[in-house]
T-cell receptor
């Protein structure tokens, strides 16, 4: 009964491919996020969705497209993968109330070869 | 959001209190102090947050100085499982969920 779950945990693929990472939360939260942790371990927000609507897009390349079919799911689709996309991607969720803490998943390690 | 400064690493003996400092001298009046930690190969985990009063929960205590320019996270009885990177984050109490992570403090709890 994991609160925020991501699949797959590991993803190895070649440059130029298209891949998706799925995220689901069973906490009843209204807001979901994608964060990226690069090789230097810096965590940075990519997207934020509230009730299926995009509210933050942190200048992420157009190759990254989040999709929220319902408020419990936020998937991340990446087109034309590049070497620099290799990172750990974390999904998170929170209630919509101001200042609520985020609950993170355990990440998807993407390796582009 | 205000910037925070933390020591890159600290050691603590198992069973002793771990005191992790954070400087946030440019904090604004409406900004909260949040602490998260990241255990190896896991997602960040929320620990505690506060505005100006000291806070305590089942995981830790947060001591914020009167001028709010610094704070200390206290793990009262550190265990080996508390070994992690601890992040101090200052943010407005809005609903964007945008957290700006720095490099954090790597806490090593030793037996």
């Amino acid at each position: 009964d994991t609160a925020v779950s991501q699949t797959p945990k590991y993803l190895v693929t070649q440059m130029g491919n298209d891949k998706s990472i799925k995220c689901e939360q069973n906490l009843g939260h209204d807001t979901m996020y994608w964060y990226k942790q690069d090789s230097k371990k810096f965590l940075k927000i990519m997207f934020s969705y509230n009730n299926k609507e995009l509210i933050i897009n942190e200048t992420v390349p157009n190759r990254f497209s989040p999709k929220s079919p319902d408020k419990a799911h936020l998937n991340l689709h990446i087109n034309s993968l590049e070497l620099g996309d290799s990172a750990v991607y974390f999904c998170a969720s929170s209630p919509h109330s101001a200042g609520s803490p985020l609950h993170f998943g355990n990440g998807t390690r993407l390796t582009v070869t | 959001d205000a910037k925070t400064t933390q020591p890159p690493s600290m050691d603590c003996a198992e069973g002793r209190a771990a005191n992790l400092p954070c400087n946030h001298s440019t904090i604004s009046g409406n900004e909260y102090v949040y602490w998260y930690r990241q255990i190896h190969s896991q997602g960040p985990q929320y620990i505690i947050h506060g505005l100006k009063n000291n806070e305590t929960n089942e995981m830790a205590s947060l001591i914020i100085t009167e001028d709010r320019k610094s704070s200390t996270l206290i793990l009262p009885h550190a265990t080996l499982r508390d070994t992690a990177v601890y992040y101090c984050i200052v943010r407005v109490g809005d609903n964007t969920g945008k957290l700006i992570f720095g490099q954090g403090t790597t806490l090593q709890v030793k037996p």
